[in-house]
């Protein structure tokens, strides 16, 4: 297996769509690629994050995988956000 070097470092970012079924999926895909110290970045809602690390505290052992919050600015005066 290749490692990585400093003039090929490779960084992946994740950013599911939201809703809870493509969150998980790619959750599982990203468990597959931090193992092999490749760092990846994981972009998401704050509250689907801190779901997420919730649900995995306990297996999650690869320290290169990095939750992003997004936050989602409301314009819509009514309050209802759309995706």
Same mark, same amino acid.
């Not at 895909?29 to 306990?58: C, E, T, W």
């Given at each position: ?10 960084? =992946? ?5 939201? !809703? ?5 999926? /790619?959750? *599982?895909?990203?468990?597959?690629? #931090?193992?092999?110290?490749?760092? =990846? ?5 704050? !509250? ?5 690390? /919730?649900? *995995?505290?306990?297996?999650?052992? #690869? ?11 409301? !314009? ?8």
């Amino acid at each position: 297996m290749a490692t990585n070097s400093s003039d090929n470092e490779v960084i =992946v970012a994740m950013v599911p769509f939201p !809703d809870y079924s493509h969150l998980n999926q /790619l959750f *599982v895909l990203v468990r597959f690629i #931090a193992p092999h110290n490749i760092p =990846v970045y994981f972009l998401s809602l704050a !509250d689907m994050n801190q779901d997420l690390k /919730l649900h *995995v505290q306990g297996g999650l052992r #690869a320290s290169n995988i990095h939750f992003e919050d997004l936050l989602v600015k409301d !314009d819509d005066p009514a309050g209802v956000i759309q995706f």
